[in-house]
């Protein structure tokens, strides 16, 4: 176990009559309803920046797999883990998840066609925005990857 709970005096069952009871539980929720959009918006800031390296990969022609930088990533929060006595499995896990994320962002960058913005045959000229490129991904239309 890598959190210690201290044991508590009394009732388990769940209910909570107390009102100082529930009101401290309102609170930590509050408290871990921040912690949470915190730590979405900065999953959101870390697939933003792999969606620049694979920009510059498709730019460049380096390869999307990238073993030793995978390693490393991986290292890192193993040691984290350690550290603050959590689970180095959970962490694997988590990058695991956030690596095979990366690299399906990636390759929708690296594979994207890059595509002139041409005028359309309904007589719209594009407001004079011809020649402006803009990645294409067909697979996944919402996905924001232009740069």
């Known amino acids: 176990m890598y959190f210690s709970v201290e044991q508590r005096n009394g009732d388990d ?6 009102a100082s009871a ?8 509050a408290e871990l309803d921040a912690v949470d959009a915190t ?3 900065t999953v ?5 920046v792999c969606l620049r390296i694979g920009e510059l990969k498709r730019r460049e022609h380096i390869a999307m797999m990238q073993p030793g930088r995978i390693h490393i990533v991986h290292e890192r929060a193993r040691r984290y883990a ?3 006595s ?4 959970f962490f694997d896990s988590l990058y695991d998840l956030l690596i095979a994320e990366t690299c399906r962002l990636e390759d929708l960058v690296i594979n994207a066609e890059t595509v002139d913005e041409t005028p359309r045959h309904n007589g719209n000229h594009n407001g004079g925005h011809a020649g402006n490129h803009q990645v294409r991904h067909s697979s996944v239309p ?6």
């Open 22 to 29: 529930q009101h401290a539980l309102e609170s930590l929720r």
């Open 82 to 84: 350690d550290s603050h």
């Open 142 to 147: 919402s996905a924001n990857v232009e740069s």
């Open 39 to 41: 730590l979405l918006e």
């Open 86 to 89: 959590l689970s180095p499995e």
């Open 13 to 18: 069952s769940g209910e909570h009559s107390d």
């Open 44 to 48: 959101r800031q870390r697939l933003e």
